[in-house]
T-cell receptor, first 112, second 116 residues
């Protein structure tokens, strides 16, 4: 069974731009969670979707948003990028809410 | 909210030596606990998980962890370190959010360095 895939793997943007990251969960998994990983703050939870509904949201500004489609694929969007948004963005999927999460390789976002 | 504390941001061992990575958690309810490993430029890989069955949990690559409720600990061990074990290790606890749904709260991570 294929693992979690994330596209693109690397992105370079400039301040003020917006970006969309994509995540395809493991087949049969209906829950998708997003995390931001930085050297200073570590792994921080962004949000979780289950059956196209946002179940949980972390403490991030409204510039960070996401959605989930009927096939369980998920996207997250960051608008008006700031230098501090440079990070590794990780997506994880699970069969159902609160189950073991399996992670993708991440998208490395660099904001210049 | 639950929290996880990993003692030591870096741990250095020699190849063949015992690996011990420490994790303490706070939880008001019986927790689910996890250890993940991250190699450079990769995502997180599940090593093992505790879900209130046996207190000694065996994982992949020879790692195991013991759940000790009285000490609120879930330390990760491996009897003999291998060079390929060099990576960053994260302890995580399931966390019930205000929404009533749970997600994972991670510790800050421990970088394991293995010398020949």
């Amino acid at each position: 069974k294929a693992g979690v895939t994330q596209t693109p793997r690397y992105l370079i943007k400039t301040r003020g731009q917006q970006v969309t990251l994509s995540c395809s969960p493991i087949s049969g998994h209906r829950s998708v969670s997003w995390y931001q990983q930085t050297p200073g703050q570590g792994l921080q939870f962004l949000f979780e979707y289950f059956s196209e509904t946002q179940r949980n949201k972390g403490n991030f500004p409204g510039r960070f948003s996401g959605r989930q489609f009927s096939n369980s694929r998920s996207e997250m969007n960051v608008s008006t990028l700031e230098l501090g948004d440079s990070a590794l963005y990780l997506c994880a999927s699970s069969t159902r809410q609160a189950d073991t999460q399996y992670f993708g390789p991440g998208t490395r976002l660099t904001v210049l | 909210a639950q929290s996880v504390t990993q003692l030591g941001s870096h741990v250095s061992v020699s190849e063949g030596a015992l690996v011990l990575l420490r994790c303490n958690y706070s939880s008001s309810v019986p927790p689910y606990l996890f250890w993940y490993v991250q190699y450079p430029n990769q995502g997180l890989q599940l090593l093992l998980k505790y879900t209130s069955a046996a207190t000694l949990v065996k994982g992949i690559n020879g790692f195991e962890a013991e759940f000790k409720k009285s000490e609120t600990s879930f330390h990760l061990t491996k009897p003999s370190a291998h060079m390929s074990d060099a990576a960053e290790y994260f302890c995580a606890v399931s966390d019930i959010r205000d929404s009533g749904y749970s997600t994972l709260t991670f510790g800050k991570g421990t970088m394991l360095l293995v010398s020949p």
